[in-house]
């Protein structure tokens, strides 16, 4: 349900999950995972913008991450 009207209001708080090492690493990729549903969302440039600035030794994060980017970017979304 979460994946047709994702909530705006979310967006912060799943970054701020990715971002806290202290997180288990299923959930902070599960929240990157996450934000590749808003994809229709009118400023998604700029959860592109904070996940092209996130660094991580956690290559598997990286990966879903990278996914993620490339969902908000695609032109067929």
Do not use: C, H
Not at 30 to 40: F, I, R
């Amino acid at each position: 349900r979460f994946r047709n009207k994702p909530i705006t209001k979310a967006i912060d708080p799943l970054l701020n999950i990715i971002k806290n090492e202290s997180q288990e690493e299923e959930l902070r990729i599960a929240a990157a995972e996450t934000l590749g549903w808003y994809n229709l969302y009118y400023n998604k440039a700029d959860i592109i913008k904070e996940l092209n600035a996130f660094r991580t030794p956690n290559q598997k994060l990286m990966n879903e991450v990278a996914k993620t980017i490339n969902r908000l970017k695609s032109k067929n979304r």
